[in-house]
């Protein structure tokens, strides 16, 4: 705003209301008439506010005169909207005033216009020679006086209007705005281009500068990107100005629209959208006649690489499972497919990095993406990353493996299927349990199953009264008879515990681990059967209850 009053003050001794001639500083009176509309009254206090405001500016320096001449333009900009009111109501008696004042609107624009242009030139050569620092400040004053000069263009178009309804035409003056305003148009038509280009050229650099670079490149992408936003602006004032003549812009809002990307009621002009169309066609059919043969092969080059380490992945994973099935290993089933799945997925994500490389894909924001991701990831699911963790050490340690019996996270049963995440158990009772690795590897795991043989530890009770002797052969005799007992290690019968109601035997034959049952329920049958076939009593808990009787007369 500054540098508009700054500019305008500069023109005010060549304006006709400001001063009558170059000797005089007060405005000459408006014509008195008997009787004065409220209009023109308004305008006369304008007139000659406007007058007082000059002659005071020029005794004054500073911020004070800055002052003075911001209030000279709201002046002037007040008194362009009088005029407007009166040529809306417009007499006979008041024409010649409006046309008075309209023609010396008409003046000042022009000056002002010559000026600006001028001062535009002279500020585009300094702005050269300015420091890194010091364009900023230039361009911005640049960008204010380009934006001054293009409104009063629109203020011209106006005056040349008022002057059409007070039957005083410029057909020559108003066709030379209309070229004026064309030439313009082209002109910051090719500038937005060109400074897009700048911009966008910039910003790559910007990305690949050395830090020493950064700083001067990052200035000059400041002042790239406020030319683009500058011109857009001042484009979009003119396309609205050459509208109201009419003129045909459908070109220029196509521009703008693929610059801006926004959308206005003037693109559903049906002329602008099908100018854009057949822009977009054009293009598609430009660049698709020069990059199909290179899209073509890089599609092709995408689909062998693609091929080729899928034919990899399989023979990867069959020699990872030929390798990892050795015997002398000794790896259990489930780590077993994990590196065989594993070293497969590994083999297919290379080859598919590759051929997106080849294809011309940037691979740094992606690695850098999943870096970030497993960050992001890693917070979130803690749990999950220590059920994982768990699942690592049972693959390690395998204290267990599928089809094992076992009792591990407070739950016992046959291990159904491992995952690295959770291990699913199979109760006695055929229910299904999912358990977090992390509960399992956190507690005691007992493996029943493990081994190949187990011992069967029993324990079986004979009267005091009964034959010690008599009683051991006879459980010798059940356990050798019996065809499921393994006669190497030797089975251990042993008179173990005298205990409070009974003499108690350990029996512990050694069997299959799948005979395990089997051997312990038929052995317990027969030793019950037997027993008390060849007399031998089996114990039970029991309590003597003696009965005191008092006699009454003792009482």
Known sequence: MRIIVLLLMLLVP???????????????????????????????????DISVLYG????????????????????????REVIQELINKRTDETHDILLKQVNQQVKFISDASIYLLNKIATTEKALEKETNEGKL??????????????????????????????????????????????????????????????????????????????TAVQLEHILAQRKVSNDIITLQFLVTLADKMSLNTTQYKQQLFEATGTLTDELLNVDLILSIISTWGEGASEWLTSNAPELIFKLLLFIAIILVFRWFKKLTRKMVKRAVSSPNLQLSRLIQDFFTSMSGNIVFAIGLLIALSQVGVDLTPILTGFGVAGLVIGFALQDTLSNFASGMMLLIYRPFDEGDFVEAGGVSGKVAHMSLVN?????????????????????????????????????????????????????????????????????????????????????????????????????????????????????FPQQDVHLHMVDKAAE
């Not at 007060?26 to 206090?45: C, D, F, G, M, R």
């Not at 020559?172 to 064309?182: M, T, W």
Request: proline letters at 3%; charged letters at 25%; aromatic letters at 8%.
């Open 14 to 48: 060549s304006l006709s209301f400001a001063q009558a001639s170059s000797s005089s500083t007060v405005s000459p009176k408006l014509a008195t008439q008997e009787v004065i509309s409220p209009q023109i009254e308004k305008l006369n206090k304008l007139d000659n």
């Open 137 to 214: 400040l230039a361009q911005k004053t640049l960008d204010e006086s380009r934006r001054f000069s293009t409104r009063l263009l629109a203020d011209q178009w106006t005056n040349y209007q008022w002057l059409k309804l007070l039957d005083q035409p410029s057909p020559e003056k108003e066709q030379a705005l209309i070229s004026d305003i064309e030439r313009r148009l082209g002109f910051m038509s090719a500038s937005l281009i060109f400074d897009n280009q700048q911009e966008t050229l910039l910003s790559k650099q910007l990305k690949s500068a050395t830090e020493g670079e950064k």
């Open 423 to 539: 291990t699913t158990i199979k109760t006695f009772d055929n229910q299904v349990i999912i358990v977090p690795n992390s509960k399992i590897w956190g507690d005691i795991i007992k493996n029943i199953t493990h081994e190949r043989v187990r011992r069967v530890d029993m324990v079986f009770g004979i009267g005091y009264s009964d034959d010690i002797a008599l009683a051991e052969t006879v459980l010798a005799d059940i356990v050798l008879a019996h065809e499921l007992v393994l006669k190497n290690p030797e089975t251990i019968i042993k008179l173990h515990t005298l205990n409070t109601s009974s003499v108690d035997f350990i029996v512990r034959p050694w069997v299959k681990t799948e005979d395990y049952w089997d051997v312990y329920w038929d052995i317990t049958r027969e030793v019950k059967v037997r027993f008390d076939k060849e007399g031998l009593s089996i114990p």
């Open 56 to 79: 005071e500016s020029q005794t004054m320096t500073g911020s004070a005169k800055d002052v003075v001449r911001l209030q000279l333009l709201n002046k002037n900009d007040a008194l």
